[in-house]
C-alpha cells in the first residue's frame, strides 16, 4: 500500500470517528424534545411571610412525611474568606409539603457556613458545615445524635475533613461523606460512624475529583457523584469501584445531583459563559442516559439563578436550593409528562 493510500484511509477513519461522536452529542440533544417530562414552576409555594428571614438557600432535603427541610446560612454569604463566628439565628427550617408553611425551625448557634443537607430514611437529618470541617447528624426536631470532624480543624486522614459537602446513606445505614473542596475525596462509615474506607483524590482521571461536590446512591447501593470542576457525573459501587461517567459538551458545571427511588438521576447544570446565563435541570434514566434537559430562564425567571442542590419527593415534585435567589423553588410534573 501507498504512503499516499495509507494516508487517505486514515482521513477516512478520523472523518467516520468524528461524524459518529458528533451523532452521540446529536442523539443526546435530540432526547431533549422526544417523550419529554412536562414540569412547571409552581409559584405560590413556599407560602411564607415577609418577615420570613430568607438567606442564601444551600440545600434542600426531603422527610418520611414527603414535607421539605431546608438549610440556609441566615443573614450570611460566603466571601473570600469563611467566617469564624456561630450564626445566631435558626438555619434548618421544615415546610409542608403542599402548602410550604413553616412546621417547625431549629439550628440557632450550630453553624458557621452550612453546605449541605440530607434526610435518611429514619428520618434522621444530617448537617454538613463546610466552615467547621464537619458532619452533623440531628434527629427530626434538631436534637444532636452524632458528630464527626474536629471543629475548625482541617485534615486529610480519617477523623478530619477539609471543606466537606454533601453526605449520602446507604441502605444497610452505612453512609457517604464528599470531602470536598480540597481533599477531593469519597469516605465511607459505618451506620454508627466508624471510617471504614476512601477514595479518590484531585484529578480528572477515574475515581479522581476536582471538588466533589453532590452525592446520592441508587436502589441498588451505587454511588453517583457530581464531580464539579470536572464537570461530570461519576458512578462507583459501594466498594468505591468505578463503573461510568457522564460528561459531554451540552453541560457546564454540574452542581448537584439526586437519584429518586426507581433510580433516575436528577442534575443541575450551572451556565456560566462571562457571566452568569442561569441553570438547566437534567434528568438521566438508570443507565445514566439523558432524557431530558430543561431550564434557564423559563424555569427560575431568573439567568442569575443558582440551583445549589436538588431534591425530589415520591410524587416526582423536583425541588431546589436557589442559593443567589435566596429561596427555594417547587416544580410539579405537569399533565403533558410522559
Known sequence: MSIAKFKDYILLFFALFFIECNSLENKDAQTD?????????IKDWPQLPNSFPFSQVSAVGVDTSQN?????????????SLPDSLISAKTVFLLDKETGKVLNSWGANM?????????????????????????????????????LGVAKIAGNDSAHFNLPTDV??????????????????????SKEGKYLFQWGKKGTGH????????????PNGNVFVADRENNR????????????????????LLMALCVDKGGSLYAVDYNYESGPKGVDLILFDSGLNLIKRFGRSDLSGDTSALFHDIAVDKMGNIYVANI???????????????
Open 33 to 41: 424534545t422526544e417523550h419529554l417530562p412536562g414540569y412547571e414552576l
Open 68 to 80: 421539605i427541610f431546608i438549610l440556609q446560612r441566615t443573614g450570611r454569604e460566603w466571601g473570600d
Open 111 to 147: 453553624f458557621i457556613m452550612p453546605h449541605g443537607l440530607s434526610v435518611d430514611d429514619q428520618n434522621n437529618v444530617w448537617v454538613i458545615d463546610v466552615a467547621l470541617n464537619q458532619v452533623f447528624k440531628f434527629n427530626h426536631n434538631g436534637e444532636l445524635l452524632l458528630t
Open 168 to 189: 449520602a446513606f446507604a441502605y444497610d445505614g452505612s453512609f457517604y461523606v464528599s470531602d470536598g473542596y480540597e481533599n477531593s475525596r469519597i469516605i465511607k462509615f
Open 207 to 218: 475515581g479522581e475529583f476536582h471538588i466533589p461536590h453532590s452525592l446520592s446512591i441508587d
Open 233 to 252: 457525573i461519576q458512578e462507583f459501587d459501594m466498594n468505591g469501584n468505578f463503573l461510568k461517567e457522564w460528561k459531554n459538551n451540552q453541560a457546564n
Open 324 to 338: 443567589f435567589g435566596y429561596k427555594v423553588q417547587k416544580f410539579k410534573p405537569n399533565s403533558s409528562r410522559q
